[in-house]
Structures are given as C-alpha cells and as structure tokens.
C-alpha cells in the first residue's frame, strides 16, 4: 500500500510530485513506403526521443498493401521515438492523425508520472502499481494536462513520388486536425517540412503557428518525386526543435525557466 492523504510526508497526485506545466513536443511523420537515402530513421528517432520529442508515424496506403520492408520501418521508428505508429488507407487518414496525436501526449505524459513515482517511490514503482483510487487521481491529472499543456506538433511530409495522389488526403487531415486541437485550452503550435526538399534533405514549408489552416496556401505548391531520406529529414527536424528552444531561451532568459518536453 502506497501512502496517500495530503500532509507533508504522504503522496498527492495533485500537489506531491515536482510536474509543472510545460510544452509537450511531438514529430508527426508522415509517409507510405520505405526511406532509402541517409542515415537510419529509427536511429535519428531514437535522438529525438533523448531531446524530449515524441516520433509518431502514419504509414499512408492508397489501394496497394505496403511492403513489410516499409511495415518494419515504419514500426521501428515510432517505438524508438517513443511514438505511436499506424498504417492506414488514405480516406481514413484524417481520424487516425487525431487519434495518433492525442494519444501520443497521454502516452507521454503517464511516462512523465511514472519517473515522477519512480523518483518519490522508488525504482521499481510505476503508475500500474498504485492502489485503484490513487491511479484514478493521478489518470485525472496526466487528462487535466493532456488538455491544459501547450503542444508543438512538426508535421514532417513525405513528397517522394509515391505520395502524390495521397496529398490531398494529407492536407483534410491536417485541417482537421486543428479543429481538433482548437477544442484544448493550451497553446497549440504547428510547424511543416516536406521531404525531400528542393535543396535539403527537408525543407520547411510552414513556421511556427497556431493557425494551420494556413496550409491552405502551401500545399497548391507542393511537387512529389525525388528519393525519401527519411532518416536525414528526421534529423533537421530535430534540429529545428533546437533552434525554436534556443531563440525561447533568450526570449525569457531572466524568467522562470522555460520547460519543454520531459523537463517538468
């Protein structure tokens, strides 16, 4: 039995761990086949996952089954950026983005409560081991935060040839995907890259916003062809989270410390 009640020396899922509201930050990859320029994309998820930002990854199917080959990789990456991954057909792409992300921050923000128990607890303490009613006060909080946390989501798109006639789906769903999120009371921000780009490997289409409905305006400018390095378009991706952190840093240096990720 884990201690509960409210004075100095007991556990309170509200007031007794050190979790402070913070910015949760999220990869969505998107893309129907395998990569086959650059580094390993498990590999550079895996770095991610280190820097505090979730991979998560659809695989998008037009008529044709996707090879296992693509299967494979496509569920190596989500489990070494600590994401989720789904494999669905284009007219069902939009549900599965929403679903994708929103469980996404639950999954990441019960690994939070489980450090946060480890730390008051012991290592061997996770949030399964609490007695019913406590899992129950602490389930409320981690969905109090999944609605309250700000969200950085980098929508990553694969451009190679084989996505062409999927765009469209693509962009219902990422319209839809902001109404979604609209219905949250934390700050939502959306930045896009497409791969491969004209002169990188990734090349972003879209800067920090909470308005993605502007993608309107960017995806009537798309082309498809060229490789898919997904590994290497990961790695900017990541990189652009570094620049974003070091530009807020200098923003509130002086302030509280801004807290982004798994710095809670």
Known sequence: MFPGGDDGNTYSPRRGTNMRKGTLRQILLITDGCSNHGEDPAAMAALAREQGITVNVIGVLDQDTIDENGRREIEAIAAAGGGMSQIVYAKQLSQTVQMVTRQAMTQTLQGLVNRELKQIFGSDVSLEDLPPDKRVQVMEVVDELGETA?????????????????????????????LSLNARMGENRFSVFIFPGKRNYAEKMMDWTPKIEELSTIFPKLSSGGLTPTGPALREAMAYFGRNRSLRSWIHDGDEPYIEGSSW
Do not use: F, Q, Y
Request: charged content about 25%; hydrophobic content about 50%; proline content about 3%.
């Open 150 to 178: 700000a969200l950085d989501v980098l929508i990553l798109i694969d451009t190679s040839g084989s996505m062409k006639t999927k765009l469209p789906m693509v962009k219902e769903a990422l319209l839809d995907l902001s």
